[in-house]
């Protein structure tokens, strides 16, 4: 997740629209654990920080 986030911070038009379009990103061994509701996406944008559900990004 630091990798999509760099990459999303080295192009200045990406991190505009992660402002204004919610992005987020799980590990695969979170979703397959706890599943796609669970507390395990982490935003791309600059709101990022402790994980949250889908639906909170």
Do not use: F, K, Y
């Amino acid at each position: 997740m630091a990798d999509l986030r760099l990459a999303a911070e080295e192009n200045p038009a990406v991190a505009e629209m992660l402002d204004a379009v919610p992005a987020g990103a799980a590990r695969i061994e979170d979703l397959v654990q706890r599943g796609p509701s669970a507390p395990v996406w982490h935003s791309l944008g600059s709101r990022g920080g402790r994980g949250c559900g889908w639906t909170e990004l």
